[in-house]
Nanobody, 124 residues
Framework: QVQLVESGGGLVRAGDSLRLSCTGSGRTFNRYTIAWFRQAPGKERGFVAALNWSDGSTTIADSVKGRFTISRDNAKNTVYLQMNSLKPEDTALYSC?????????????????WGQGTQVIVSA
């Protein structure tokens, strides 16, 4: 069993930065790929970024590449999503999730565990 807790969301202006945190617990947490997804009102949940805990490799969605980065702190069992140059279209509920590394991390249906999400609102 893995538990995920997100934090760091908020209301910011366009051009600002935010760092989201996803802290995991459970004895098998470090065997998973941890990813961030986002869902805006009326839209489907979409992939943002993923980090493979075992080798540290990362993948960033093209839509946010160059503005968002994903990283981790091993000691804190935490994955971060650094979001720079935020735009109003980045407004969404951001959730982190855990998937076994042999499954596709792009497909949100493959994920076993989800956090409760943290809201990000970017004003123009």
């Amino acid at each position: 069993q893995v538990q995920l807790v997100e934090s760091g969301g908020g209301l910011v202006r366009a051009g600002d930065s935010l760092r989201l945190s996803c802290t995991g617990s459970g004895r098998t947490f470090n065997r998973y790929t941890i990813a961030w997804f986002r869902q805006a009102p009326g839209k489907e949940r979409g992939f943002v970024a993923a980090l493979n805990w075992s080798d540290g490799s990362t993948t960033i969605a093209d839509s946010v590449k160059g503005r968002f980065t994903i990283s981790r702190d091993n000691a804190k069992n935490t994955v971060y999503l650094q979001m720079n140059s935020l735009k109003p279209e980045d407004t969404a509920l951001y959730s982190c999730a855990a998937v076994p590394p042999h499954r596709s991390f792009y497909d949100n249906h493959e994920y076993d565990y989800w956090g409760q999400g943290t809201q990000v609102i970017v004003s123009a």
